[in-house]
């Protein structure tokens, strides 16, 4: 592995207040550019966000590729509170603080928890909330 690179991923499971934008395709694109520009990274492939109609898995799916790794959201809104589930992958530091305070800034949050993994050898739990 080359030293320079760190691999860190971020997994939150958030509970949030259900609202007609958790389902705007646009906005999600909005909300996976901003992650991106919030923390500095820069995109590879531009964000792909899709709805999904299916009965009990309604909801968005989002993806947006990085030149450190990806982004991946999922957004159950057929339930209440919703459900939203967000994957941070990058080959580069990641501002854990930063992040969390830009979701806050999306988002109404009544629970979240999340991991950050360590995956530069072995993957390896830092932090749990």
Not at 22 to 41: C, N, P, S, T, Y
């Given at each position: 592995?080359?030293?320079?690179?760190?691999?860190?991923?971020?997994?939150?499971?958030?509970?949030?207040?259900?609202?007609?934008?958790?389902?705007?395709?646009?906005?999600?694109?909005?909300?996976?550019?901003?992650?991106?520009?919030?923390?500095?990274?820069?995109?590879?492939?531009?964000?792909q966000?899709?709805?999904?109609?299916?009965?009990?898995?309604?909801?968005?799916?989002?993806?947006?590729?990085?030149?450190?790794?990806?982004?991946?959201?999922?957004?159950?809104?057929?339930?209440?509170?919703?459900?939203?589930?967000?994957?941070?992958?990058?080959?580069?530091?990641?501002?854990?603080?930063?992040?969390?305070?830009?979701?806050?800034?999306?988002?109404?949050?009544?629970?979240?928890?999340?991991?950050?993994?360590?995956?530069?050898?072995?993957?390896?739990?830092?932090k749990?909330?």
């Open positions: 592995m080359n030293p320079i690179l760190e691999h860190n991923h971020y997994i939150l499971r958030a509970t949030v207040e259900n609202n007609p934008q958790l389902a705007d395709i646009g906005r999600m694109k909005d909300f996976l550019q901003g992650v991106v520009a919030e923390l500095g990274m820069r995109m590879l492939i531009p964000p966000v899709a709805y999904c109609d299916e009965i009990n898995n309604r909801g968005i799916t989002g993806l947006i590729g990085l030149t450190t790794s990806h982004i991946a959201l999922h957004i159950w809104d057929e339930v209440s509170p919703a459900v939203i589930q967000l994957d941070v992958y990058t080959c580069s530091a990641l501002n854990i603080d930063m992040l969390q305070s830009y979701i806050g800034e999306w988002f109404v949050i009544y629970e979240q928890d999340f991991l950050l993994l360590d995956r530069e050898k072995r993957i390896k739990i830092m749990k909330d």
